[in-house]
């Protein structure tokens, strides 16, 4: 199958990379719809403005996270404020929430920012959320976060993957990256999409694409990649949190993106394990090798985002 996503009843508003795609489903008139993911913080007044605009004046039922990634939870806050919508959490993260522990949240470790939230309900593996007449069966998604879910519409064949499957690949491992093993439970979703019905698939990050086999294909050989030389992936585990840092920043001055990697602990762990002495020293290389690729701007005073 090719051609521009349209299945009705589905709205895809794609963000940048720093905002996780928003997914808007229709529900009854008299329910209104249901929102997957809400993107970053620092976008959240974007996302109520584009949430308002695809909404026509319909309410906003219900605000539903695949994981509480800060990308992908970021504007809850403020769309329970403007909308007055209530949140469903992946079951395995509701205490999380509850608590609001950010170091179980995973916010303290990668040195990220989320604006607290709060959690009326949660959603299981094998339960189905309702949006209208449409039923999306709620799926296990480990690997990318142990809690993440996938939400699947079996009659048109729609697939929300949120990070566990883009058109190229996947989402960093963020286990194998605090030294757990991850990447069978990557391998398992992949077969687990192989096995479905899926004719489209809708990523956390990126255009909705037709092409699963391909997709698939893509991220099983960037898996084997991986599982080949696991210090390729923490080496690429510690350029996403420093690029995502620097896309939350937009610029930061060398003292205190170096103080950053210094107290950011996830990043430290990885640097150490990666040979460097110190955090700063694994900062200033891996700024280094993102510059080279286009991906960072520096100059003696400042490293700068380098948007794509």
């Not at 037709?210 to 350029?239: C, E, I, S, Y």
């Not at 460097?276 to 490293?303: I, T």
Request: charged share 20%; glycine share 10%.
């Amino acid at each position: 199958m090719t051609g521009r996503f349209d299945v009705p009843g589905v709205q895809v508003i794609e963000r940048g990379w720093l905002s996780s795609n928003n997914v808007l489903l229709d529900g009854s008139p008299e329910d209104g719809a249901l929102l997957v993911d809400s993107g970053h913080s620092l976008h959240a007044p974007q996302t109520v403005a584009l949430v308002r605009e695809a909404l026509r004046g319909r309410p906003l039922a219900r605000i539903v996270n695949t994981h509480l990634h800060s990308d992908h939870c970021g504007g809850n806050a403020a769309l329970q404020q403007a909308l007055g919508a209530p949140v469903t959490v992946p079951a395995a993260s509701w205490a999380r929430v509850q608590a609001w522990d950010e170091d179980a949240l995973s916010y303290r470790a990668t040195g990220q920012r989320c604006e607290r939230f709060g959690a009326q309900a949660m959603l299981a593996p094998g339960e189905v959320l309702q949006a209208g007449t449409r039923p999306w069966q709620a799926l296990a998604a480990p690997g990318h976060d142990p809690q993440s879910l996938m939400l699947f519409e079996p009659h048109e064949g729609v697939l929300v993957s949120a990070d566990a499957l883009w058109e190229n690949g996947f989402g960093v491992v963020f286990p194998e990256l605090e030294g757990e093993q991850a990447f069978d439970d990557v391998a398992a979703v992949l077969d687990l999409v192989g096995r479905l019905p899926v004719r489209w698939v809708i990523p956390g990050h990126g255009a909705p694409f037709a092409d699963v086999a391909g997709a698939l294909a893509r991220a099983r050989t960037r898996l084997a990649g991986f599982r080949a030389d696991p210090r390729r992936h923490d080496r690429h585990g510690a350029k996403v949190l420093l690029k995502y840092h620097l896309m939350e920043e937009r610029r930061q001055d060398w003292p205190g993106l170096l103080a950053w990697a210094q107290a950011t602990r996830l990043f430290a762990g990885i640097v150490a394990r990666l040979g460097w002495p110190d955090a700063a020293s694994g900062c200033r290389a891996l700024v280094a090798e993102l510059v080279a690729q286009g991906a960072l701007c520096a100059d003696g005073d400042c490293v700068h985002d380098a948007p794509s």
